[in-house]
């Protein structure tokens, strides 16, 4: 099993412009971003991963259990109705293992938050294999990829919110954007 994720990303906020740390990697991974991961995660800057001449980044997590997680969490005080998001995507997900109990996922995941940092609920653009227990609820919303190509997505937070009934959008204050490998291996 495994599982990689490339991409450029950008949160923009239509009343302020773009609000992120380092949201389009021209600067070391260090600089806005937060890093976590099990044992195989790697988190690589490049910039020859898209044709274009700008830095991406690829999250991996190679094969055997564990995950790849790089996020930055956003604050903003205007209505989400001013912000929209952004992001040009690449993901892949394998699982060579024929056992229902393997599964590997890649995904983009913009979680909202309450002003404390509380999780709320989750936006996920994801690739994931047949086994993956990924599924919408009215706290999670999936938005499957089908190929490893390059796609960009773009949607305007209040109204992807509209996909997550259990959300109250009046108390999303805090947006986390987090690039996530992962694989499972539990046989």
Known sequence: MKGWIILCIMIAFASAGNWMNNGTFESELSVGWQQQGSSGATFTRAINYDPDPDYEVQVYKGPGSGYAHLYQSVS???????????????????????????????????????????????????????????????????????????????FNIATELGNLPGVNPANVRRIQIALYDTTAHTC
């Open 76 to 154: 903003f005080e205007c209505p989400v109705s001013d912000l929209n998001f952004s992001i040009n995507a690449k993901m892949w997900a394998y699982d060579n293992n024929a056992d229902t109990l393997c599964w590997a996922a890649s995904a983009v995941i913009v979680s909202y938050m309450n002003s404390s940092g509380t999780k709320l609920g989750d936006t996920r653009i994801c690739m994931k294999t047949t086994p993956c227990p990924w599924v919408s609820t009215s706290t999670i919303h999936l938005i499957n990829v089908s190929d490893s190509l390059w796609h960009s997505y773009n």
